[in-house]
């Protein structure tokens, strides 16, 4: 055992606000080694980021340090004085932010905001900075940094924005590197190679890494050691070894069992629920903890809609052909003969690239190019692939926010782009533009019928409306009852999605994230519709809260009879949702077919690709992960 490179003992960090004291960080001690990455996981408001934001001492100025220490090289950062703390921030310490595009100046190139901290904390020229940010970007996996170097960050895609936050961090060779929630909002795909770059530069350059997540399937990837945390405190601390194989604390237990695996059994997933309840007695959390028996994990087997495939003869010409015994017990077909609730065929969505003066068609980029699928009433198709496929541009085409380029959709007996053409010359005549209302309000019609949950609840929720107003507003556009009833509907439907009455008066920002995207999901559902598109609706959730959101679809699929078109890049949680799976890549759909059996036998390298980025959290590949640390480490001190 080495000496500790942090050494953080009984920190407390508090906010004081209007309405009292919030205990964010409330006696908290950890110590991180040189060479090792310690993982902090719990759910949003746990004190994680607050946590790092101390060591940094980059705090609201509500918020502050009421007790402890942060020892790093000797030094107390608690009480180490501005001047001096900003010589340790960028040089010694290095952070990587969330969200790298609300981090990355959108006015500055990313080579000028990755120069600025080499010029400020080294002793070197301009040119001497730019050529050592093009190595930087090379070392993280920037193609042609050359020419990445100039540009802007409206122009790179979210995860070289990510590799760009990492070289920023790195620029001054950092002795911590604390990386809070890297990989979130990442496809499985990109988030694979961010861990494997992290793991790379620690390893070469021999750093310590503080990991945040919510996830432990990223923290079985990347950590030699856990913390975890629940409301301000830690609950359990050990080697990632060993909290994952015997965990102690029911919120551990809770944590790693509401995750959705590729392999699960379950209809419905656990969730932290099951493992404890927590009450507040004079200011202080009281966890009491449940035993989640044989039984109980029986009903989550067993309770719930089991899986609906399309008809034996659509199964057979796409290669999936029905077999008796190969799929689960309660699994059904579609009768043969039974129309598609929706029907696309050959869609196409373009968009056109325009160059110079007059703004002329250069080329097209096509964004959705020829994608055909059926989705049967009371089913959900999974739509799954890597961001810029095309997944959110069809669901946006289907139901009309974005105009295709061609092809047609047929909701029941309605042609959808037929209600809303593209615009012509000859809509100057009366008659043409009658026509064209006529449409725009069977359109507007027959929207009750079709509702889509978009991706950022807080951001799809117009923050100067209450709830009351959000929920009420399809129906006040719908001409739906009167506003008692409206309100009376409102409220019903938050209960129904697991909320209070009381809440309808609240506005967004009084809410989780989790709760934003109940309300939402409430709102979607006050025009009574048929078919819900749910557009990542839990990619940026909580593992605890996702569970949860996932289990209300399910449970709302059952009792209203919906159908979903479930859009996202998490083949784990699209396989716990779908009934079929359609999987895209570069506009086109590469791989459809029943859930369970593209899980099991892949047949395009892209879903294999999909399904190997996947994080395993099984003891067999984090004893592999770590034999290959600790064989890598002896390697490295045997050079040395």
Same mark, same amino acid.
Not at 168 to 192: F, G, H, R, W, Y
Not at 249 to 272: E, N
């Given at each position: 055992?080495?000496?500790? *490179?942090?050494?953080?003992?009984?920190?407390?960090?508090?906010?004081?606000?209007?309405?009292?004291?919030?205990?964010?960080?409330?006696?908290?001690?950890?110590?991180?080694?040189?060479?090792?990455t310690m993982g902090i996981v719990g759910e949003s408001?746990? #004190?994680?980021?607050?946590?790092?934001?101390?060591?940094?001492?980059?705090?609201?100025?509500?918020?502050?340090? /009421?007790?402890?220490?942060?020892?790093?090289?000797?030094?107390?950062?608690?009480?180490?004085?501005?001047?001096?703390? =900003?010589?340790?921030?960028?040089?010694?310490?290095?952070?990587?932010?969330?969200?790298?595009?609300?981090?990355?100046?959108?006015?500055?190139?990313?080579?000028?905001?990755?120069?600025?901290?080499?010029?400020?904390?080294?002793?070197?020229?301009?040119?001497?900075?730019? %050529?050592?940010?093009?190595?930087?970007?090379?070392?993280?996996?920037?193609?042609?940094?050359?020419? =990445?170097?100039?540009?802007?960050?409206? %122009?790179?895609?979210?995860? %070289?924005?990510?590799?760009?936050?990492?070289?920023?961090?790195?620029?001054?060779?950092?002795?911590?590197?604390?990386?809070?929630?890297?990989?979130?909002?990442?496809?499985?795909?990109?988030? !694979?190679?961010?861990?494997? &770059?992290?793991?790379?530069?620690?390893?070469?350059?021999?750093?310590?890494?503080?990991?945040?997540?919510?996830?432990?399937?990223?923290?079985?990837?990347?950590?030699?050691?856990?913390?975890?945390?629940?409301?301000?405190?830690?609950?359990?601390? #050990?080697?990632?070894?060993?909290?994952? /194989?015997?965990?102690?604390?029911?919120?551990?237990?809770?944590?790693? @069992?509401?995750?959705?695996?590729?392999?699960?059994?379950?209809?419905?997933?656990?969730?932290?629920?099951?493992?404890?309840?927590?009450?507040?007695?004079?200011?202080?959390?009281?966890?009491?903890?449940?035993?989640?028996?044989?039984?109980?994990?029986?009903?989550?087997?067993?309770?719930?809609?089991?899986?609906?495939?399309?008809?034996?003869?659509?199964?057979? !010409?796409?290669?999936?052909?029905?077999?008796?015994?190969?799929?689960?017990?309660? @699994?059904?077909?579609?009768?043969?003969?039974?129309?598609?609730?929706?029907?696309?065929?050959?869609?196409?969505?373009?968009?056109?690239?325009?160059?110079?003066?007059?703004?002329?068609?250069?080329?097209?980029?096509?964004?959705?190019?020829?994608?055909?699928?059926?989705?049967?009433?009371?089913?959900?198709?999974?739509?799954?692939?890597?961001?810029?496929?095309?997944?959110?541009?069809?669901?946006?085409?289907?139901?009309?926010?974005?105009?295709?380029?061609?092809?047609?959709?047929?909701?029941?007996?309605?042609?959808?782009?037929?209600?809303?053409?593209?615009?012509?010359?000859?809509?100057?005549?009366?008659?043409?533009?009658?026509?064209?209302?006529?449409? @725009?309000?069977?359109?507007?019609? *027959?929207?009750?019928?079709? $509702? &889509?949950?978009?991706?950022?609840?807080? #951001?799809?929720?117009?923050?100067?409306?209450?709830?009351?107003?959000?929920?009420?507003?399809?129906?006040?556009?719908?001409?739906?009852?009167?506003?008692?009833? =409206?309100?009376?509907?409102?409220?019903? *439907?938050?209960?129904?999605?697991?909320?209070?009455?009381?809440?309808?008066?609240?506005?967004?920002?009084?809410?989780?994230? #989790? $709760?934003?995207?109940?309300?939402?999901?409430?709102?979607?559902?006050?025009?009574?519709?048929?078919?819900?598109?749910?557009?990542?609706?839990?990619?940026?959730?909580d593992v605890s809260v996702q569970a949860q959101v996932?289990?209300?679809?399910?449970?709302? %699929?059952?009792?209203?009879?919906?159908?979903?078109?479930?859009?996202?890049?998490?083949?784990?949680?699209?396989?716990?949702?779908?009934?079929?799976?359609?999987?895209?890549?570069?506009?086109?759909?590469?791989?459809?077919?029943?859930?369970?059996?593209?899980?099991?036998?892949?047949?395009?390298?892209?879903?294999?690709?999909?399904?190997? @980025?996947?994080?395993?959290?099984?003891?067999?590949?984090?004893?592999?992960?770590?034999?290959?640390?600790?064989?890598?480490?002896?390697?490295?001190?045997?050079?040395?």
């Open positions: 055992m080495t000496d500790a *490179l942090v050494q953080i003992d009984n920190l407390k960090t508090y906010f004081h606000t209007e309405s009292g004291v919030v205990k964010a960080v409330d006696d908290v001690s950890l110590h991180i080694d040189p060479g090792t408001g746990s #004190g994680k980021s607050v946590t790092s934001l101390t060591i940094m001492q980059l705090l609201a100025k509500a918020a502050r340090v /009421e007790s402890g220490s942060i020892s790093f090289l000797g030094r107390d950062l608690v009480h180490l004085p501005e001047p001096e703390m =900003r010589k340790v921030r960028g040089k010694d310490i290095g952070m990587i932010f969330q969200e790298p595009m609300t981090s990355l100046n959108p006015v500055f190139t990313v080579g000028a905001q990755v120069m600025e901290a080499i010029l400020l904390h080294q002793k070197v020229t301009k040119a001497e900075a730019r %050529q050592r940010t093009i190595e930087l970007f090379e070392e993280v996996g920037i193609p042609n940094p050359e020419e =990445r170097i100039d540009s802007y960050p409206h %122009q790179m895609s979210g995860g %070289q924005k990510q590799r760009v936050m990492i070289a920023m961090a790195l620029s001054c060779n950092p002795k911590l590197l604390i990386a809070d929630e890297p990989t979130t909002a990442l496809d499985v795909t990109i988030q !694979a190679q961010i861990l494997d &770059i992290l793991r790379r530069l620690r390893d070469e350059r021999g750093m310590a890494v503080l990991f945040i997540t919510h996830d432990l399937g990223v923290i079985a990837d990347i950590a030699d050691y856990v913390t975890v945390m629940y409301r301000g405190k830690i609950v359990e601390q #050990g080697d990632v070894v060993s909290i994952f /194989e015997d965990p102690q604390h029911p919120y551990t237990k809770g944590l790693l @069992a509401c995750r959705p695996r590729l392999d699960t059994k379950y209809k419905k997933l656990p969730t932290v629920d099951d493992f404890m309840s927590a009450t507040t007695v004079d200011g202080e959390v009281k966890i009491t903890e449940k035993i989640v028996d044989e039984a109980r994990l029986g009903e989550l087997m067993t309770e719930g809609r089991g899986r609906l495939l399309h008809p034996k003869s659509e199964l057979d !010409a796409m290669g999936h052909p029905w077999e008796e015994g190969h799929h689960a017990e309660d @699994a059904k077909m579609v009768a043969e003969g039974e129309e598609p609730l929706l029907q696309v065929r050959d869609l196409h969505v373009h968009f056109p690239v325009r160059k110079g003066i007059f703004r002329t068609v250069a080329g097209y980029v096509k964004a959705v190019d020829g994608v055909s699928f059926n989705i049967y009433r009371g089913q959900t198709l999974g739509l799954v692939g890597e961001s810029g496929c095309g997944k959110t541009t069809t669901g946006r085409a289907i139901i009309q926010l974005i105009r295709p380029t061609s092809g047609t959709m047929h909701f029941e007996d309605t042609e959808l782009s037929w209600l809303n053409p593209a615009p012509s010359m000859a809509d100057v005549l009366p008659w043409v533009t009658y026509d064209r209302w006529q449409r @725009a309000r069977k359109l507007r019609q *027959l929207r009750r019928q079709f $509702q &889509i949950i978009f991706q950022d609840p807080y #951001g799809s929720l117009n923050p100067r409306m209450t709830v009351e107003a959000a929920i009420c507003e399809p129906m006040v556009i719908q001409k739906i009852g009167n506003k008692k009833e =409206r309100r009376d509907r409102a409220a019903a *439907l938050l209960e129904e999605v697991g909320l209070n009455a009381s809440h309808l008066r609240r506005y967004p920002h009084e809410f989780s994230g #989790g $709760q934003r995207q109940r309300i939402c999901i409430a709102r979607a559902l006050t025009v009574e519709p048929e078919f819900l598109i749910c557009d990542e609706s839990v990619s940026a959730l996932l289990n209300l679809l399910k449970d709302l %699929q059952l009792r209203r009879g919906l159908t979903y078109l479930f859009i996202s890049h998490d083949l784990s949680v699209v396989k716990f949702m779908s009934d079929m799976i359609a999987v895209m890549n570069q506009g086109k759909i590469v791989e459809f077919g029943p859930a369970d059996n593209i899980y099991a036998n892949p047949q395009q390298d892209y879903t294999k690709r999909l399904i190997s @980025a996947t994080p395993q959290d099984d003891l067999d590949h984090i004893r592999r992960r770590q034999a290959e640390r600790k064989k890598a480490l002896e390697a490295r001190m045997a050079e040395v």
